[in-house]
Every structure is written in C-alpha cells, then in structure tokens.
C-alpha cells in the first residue's frame, strides 16, 4: 500500500473529504487540483482522489474484520 494512502487512511474521514473535493469538474480535469496555477494540468481522477480511493479500500477492509461503519461516523 502506498505511503501516502496509508497516512489518509489513518486519519477518520479524511478520506472521505478528499474523496468528496476531488470530483470532476465536468471537463474531465479534478475541480480542486485543476484550480491550482498548473490549470489543467490535473486529469481526473486526480493523484489525490486515487490515494484516498486506496485509503478508502484500506479503511473498509479493516472495518470488515472490526464491524466497524466508517461511513456513519464520518457522516455522524
Ligand atoms: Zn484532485
């Protein structure tokens, strides 16, 4: 697992955050990297959306073997 999707993943919600920042912005590019000075440089899905997508997998495989819902606490 990459590094950088092991320390999102370690960090409650933070995925999720990214996950929900970076969309696409319609035009096929990440909306918030996209917005940056290297405009349009950034194809979505994004460096970013991809480690957080990782982390997310991570995250879900641990709250199989914990039952833990993830998904409501971030929400909660
Ligand atoms: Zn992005």
Known sequence: MNALALLISAEPGLADRLLA??????TG??????SGAQSGRYVWP???RSLALEALTHDERR???TGTDWK?????
């Open 21 to 26: 920042a970076h969309v696409d912005d319609g």
């Open 29 to 34: 590019r990440c909306a918030l990297c996209s």
């Open 63 to 65: 709250s199989l073997s």
């Open 72 to 76: 409501r606490m971030a929400s909660a």
């Open 46 to 48: 994004c460096t970013l």
